[in-house]
C-alpha cells in the first residue's frame, strides 16, 4: 500500500451471488462424512438464502411488471390535490 492507496495490481475479492452461495451451501451440504449438527446449520443458511433469492426475484418481477404496464399509482400533485378541494369545497382554508 502506498500512501492510503492499495497497490494497482491488487483488487478486492467480489462477494459470491446468492445463487453461487446456495450452490456451494448444497454442495458442502451433499458431501460424505459430515455431522448431522453440521448438515443441520447449513440446511438453516440454504432456506435463509433461498428465502433471500426468492424475495429479491419477486421484488424484480413487479418492478419489471410497473415498467412494463405502467400500473403502479403515481402520486398527485400538490396543486392538483388543492384545486380538487377547492372544487369540490370539503376543505377551504378561507371562506368564499
Do not use: C
Amino acid at each position: 500500500m502506498r500512501f492510503g492507496f492499495p497497490s494497482p495490481g491488487r483488487q478486492k475479492a467480489k462477494k459470491p451471488s446468492r445463487k453461487n452461495q446456495i450452490r456451494s451451501l448444497e454442495r458442502m451440504k451433499n458431501r460424505a462424512g459430515l455431522d448431522e449438527a453440521i448438515k443441520a446449520e447449513l440446511a438453516k443458511k440454504l432456506a435463509a438464502l433461498g428465502e433471500g433469492v426468492a424475495e429479491h426475484e419477486h421484488t424484480e418481477l413487479v418492478k419489471k411488471r410497473a415498467t412494463k404496464y405502467a400500473w403502479a399509482p403515481a402520486l398527485p400533485s400538490p396543486l392538483a390535490t388543492f384545486w380538487s378541494l377547492v372544487k369540490h369545497r370539503d376543505f377551504l382554508p378561507i371562506s368564499l
